[in-house]
């Protein structure tokens, strides 16, 4: 039976992970890494999360190296702590480390309460309102409700967004695929009917090397001031284009959708 730290190193090693799911395998490696999958108990889980929970926030300090930083742990970090091991254990199981019937130790495990920040991310009610006012306010470029319904329904980065181009999407399976994401890996995201009705309505469809949002100048258009416009003709402030992405999250979420699928849904 593999430890848990050979099973994480497997785990890691299946995917070009991001930075954070790095640091937090090596937590769970640090203090129960040369322990067996199927030895790890609750009570070891539970002190390991008080060690957590007991060091709190941390930052990066000099020579990339990470400090404490002497307050409390967030609850969504919390969080993902937690379902990082699951993560794992689940990564187990499908290689057959592990028995079918097997319960790991973090199966019961409450959520901690997140505080959502509804400045964060749009609704879809607040969504459609915007679309709503691009179209009337949008009359030069008119293409900007077309984006906010791709960034919505994707939950793409801007930047991912406005550099698509035409040969990136194939309208007649509903799909959009971004060749480099954040974390350095190709991305296949589904378009919904309505962001594809949006999208068929645009032209240069013909040209695969075109870009969807391109500008006059052919390049992908600069939204900044369309975008402020359409906000303040729209009655809502403090948001920005990335709160599309955080809108498509939390719909995702409220749709029943695990932190995994959303993680792998968005990038």
Known sequence: MPTLAQTVAGFLAAKNYDAATVSRCAFWVEHLGDRELKDISPEEFDEALI?????????????????????????????????????VYRYAKRLRLLPRAYIPPTQGVEREPET????RYFTPGEEERLIDVA????????????????????????????HLKWGDLDLAVGTATVGRT???????????????????????????????FAGRRGKPHDIRRIWEKTLTAAGISGKTFHSLRHGCGSALVNGGASQGQVMQIMG
């Open 51 to 87: 060690i957590l929970a007991e060091r709190g926030r941390l930052k990066a300090g000099k020579n990339r190296k990470t400090v404490r930083t002497g307050k409390p742990l967030k609850a969504s970090s919390f969080n993902r702590y937690v379902g990082q091991l699951g993560s």
């Open 182 to 212: 954040k974390n350095g890996q190709p991305q296949v995201s589904v378009l919904t009917p309505s962001a594809i009705e949006e999208l068929h309505n645009l032209p240069g469809r013909k040209d695969p090397d075109a870009y969807v």
């Open 135 to 162: 179209r009337l306010v949008d009359t030069r470029w008119g293409k900007l409700a077309a984006a906010i319904r791709v960034a919505f329904v994707t939950g793409l980065r801007r930047s991912n967004v406005l």
């Open 116 to 119: 959502l920040r509804h400045d």
